[in-house]
Each structure stands twice: as C-alpha cells, then as structure tokens.
C-alpha cells in the first residue's frame, strides 16, 4: 500500500525528525559565575573620633585615634572631615569656609602601629558642634606612593561614632 507507512518505520522516521531539528539547534552557552572578589581590608581603623568642647567664641579643635591597618609605613595621614551640629546641619570648617576640613598629621605609622589621640585646634567655628564624621582618608606611605580610601575601607572600633550616629542621616 502506497501512503501507508508501517509504525516502526513511522517511529524511526520522527526519530530522525527529532534528531535533525535537535542537532540544527545550536547550544546555548553556559554563562560562567562571577567570582567572588574578596572584600579589601580596611586601611585605617579608628580608636576614638571625638570633637573637642567648645572654646572661646564657639572654636572647636578634633581628636582622631586611629590604627594603620595597612601592610605599608604611612608617612602621612589627611583625614576628610564633616563636622555637624545636634540637629544635623553641617559646620563649615573655620579656615576654608567649606563642608570639609582637612586633617594632617605626620607619621611614620608602621603596619599595626597606633597614632595616639592626635589633635587639630581650630577647625570649625560653632558652639553648636556635636560630632563629625570620616569621609576618607589619603595617605602617603614611605615609598611615596598616594592612596585615597572611601569610608568602606576606613573601620570603626565599638563605641567609636558612626556617620549615622554622628549626622543622623547617613
């Protein structure tokens, strides 16, 4: 009989069907994971962080006390600093007229070494200052080489004041 296939022969002819449509069909590549990258070590860790109580005329010195978490002696050390009063509005530093004050302080820092409570007068002008906070922090270590570090990089010790803490907004 003409037109009729026998069912075995039907089932290999879709089978070959299947197989011709399968091997048409290019195969999708397998997308590889990302890997997992290692959060840095922090740079810095902070001891103490605290603002001086107002002087004569409102003027107010810092206190920062801090850990060099790095593996290089750092030469030098600039602190990016925001200053606010209790209900949150930022204190412009005394000398720039700016939302950030800048604070030096010389090493050497070796690796683990800790800097004793340095202190900076005369930064902000308000006897209204509550706290400030750590932006981030350049450093210069004793080969020369220059690193800026964001707040992610710069950990606290407890019972040292976080950015929230400190503006109640961050």
């Not at 840095?40 to 860790?45: D, G, K, N, T």
């Not at 801090?66 to 000398?95: H, L, P, R």
Request: net charge neutral.
């Amino acid at each position: 009989m003409k037109g009729y296939a026998a069912p075995g022969r039907l089932l290999a002819l879709t089978g070959c069907a299947l197989l011709i449509t399968a091997c048409a069909q290019k195969p999708q590549p397998v997308a590889k994971p990302e890997p997992v990258k290692p959060e840095p070590p922090p740079a810095l860790v902070i001891k103490d962080l605290h603002p001086a109580a107002p002087e004569k005329h409102g003027i107010v010195a810092a206190h920062i006390d801090f850990i060099n978490s790095s593996q290089q002696t750092i030469e030098y050390v600039m602190f990016k600093t925001t200053a606010f009063t209790g209900d949150g509005q930022v204190v412009k530093a005394k000398k720039s007229g700016r939302p950030n004050a800048w604070l030096r302080v010389a090493g050497p820092f070796a690796p683990g070494e800790s800097s004793g409570d340095k202190r900076w007068d005369k930064v902000w002008q308000n006897s209204k200052l509550s706290c400030f906070r750590i932006d981030g922090v350049e450093t210069i270590d004793i080969d020369g080489v220059v690193e800026y570090y964001g707040p992610e990089r710069i950990a606290l010790m407890p019972g040292v004041p976080s950015a929230i803490d400190c503006d109640g907004q961050s």
